[in-house]
Each structure stands twice: as C-alpha cells, then as structure tokens.
C-alpha cells in the first residue's frame, strides 16, 4: 500500500546496483538549503551494494573538496567517486574510510 504524498515506484536509475568490484560514486549533486538557512550541497551516493543515500556538506566543507580537484560545479561531482570529497581519505577494498 502506497503512502499518501510518497511515490510507490522508485525510478529505474535509483534501482541499478554498481557491479560489485565499483566503488560508491556521486549520482546527483544539488544546493539545498540548512536548517539555519545557510546553503548547503545534498550529495546523493550510489553504493556498490545499489543503496542510494543523500549527504550533506556545509558550503565550506565542499568548497575546499571541489577546490582541491579542479571542480567548478555541483554537476561535475556525477559520476565522480565518493571518496573526492574527503580529502586525504584512506579507503579500503570495501570503499570504507
């Protein structure tokens, strides 16, 4: 039974697991807006197991990550792994810090 206000069919794209040997990457970057009204980027990432999650950044925290490779918008995050936004990140086979 579908929830009133709630899609009952998720998109095809949002169910399209990664082969498992990829690492979780970035399917969609987006401003949103913080509970104290500062703008903040909704990140949402595809993990290697198909689950899809949001995160957010503080405008400064993904300034400095897009900075430090060269990125000059949110759309050029898709398709980029998740790790480009943790710098200095140590990440094993399993795609974890």
Same mark, same amino acid.
């Given at each position: 039974?579908?929830? @009133?206000?709630?899609?009952?069919? &998720?998109?095809?794209?949002?169910? =399209?697991? %990664?082969?498992?040997?990829?690492? +979780?990457?970035? /399917?969609?970057?987006?401003?949103?807006?913080?509970?104290?009204?500062?703008?903040?980027?909704?990140?949402?990432?595809?993990? @290697?197991?198909?689950?899809?999650? &949001?995160?957010?950044?503080?405008? =400064?925290? %993904?300034?400095?990550?897009?900075? +430090?490779?060269? /990125?000059?918008?949110?759309?050029?995050?898709?398709?980029?792994?998740?790790?480009?936004?943790?710098?200095?990140?140590?990440?094993?086979?399993?795609?974890?810090?």
């Amino acid at each position: 039974m579908a929830t @009133p206000g709630r899609s009952s069919a &998720p998109t095809s794209s949002m169910w =399209n697991p %990664l082969p498992p040997s990829e690492d +979780a990457i970035i /399917i969609d970057a987006v401003l949103g807006v913080g509970h104290d009204g500062a703008a903040e980027a909704v990140i949402t990432i595809r993990y @290697p197991n198909g689950a899809i999650r &949001p995160v957010t950044f503080t405008s =400064n925290a %993904l300034g400095q990550a897009l900075e +430090a490779h060269g /990125i000059n918008s949110l759309a050029e995050l898709r398709n980029q792994p998740w790790t480009i936004l943790v710098p200095n990140a140590q990440v094993d086979d399993n795609g974890r810090t």
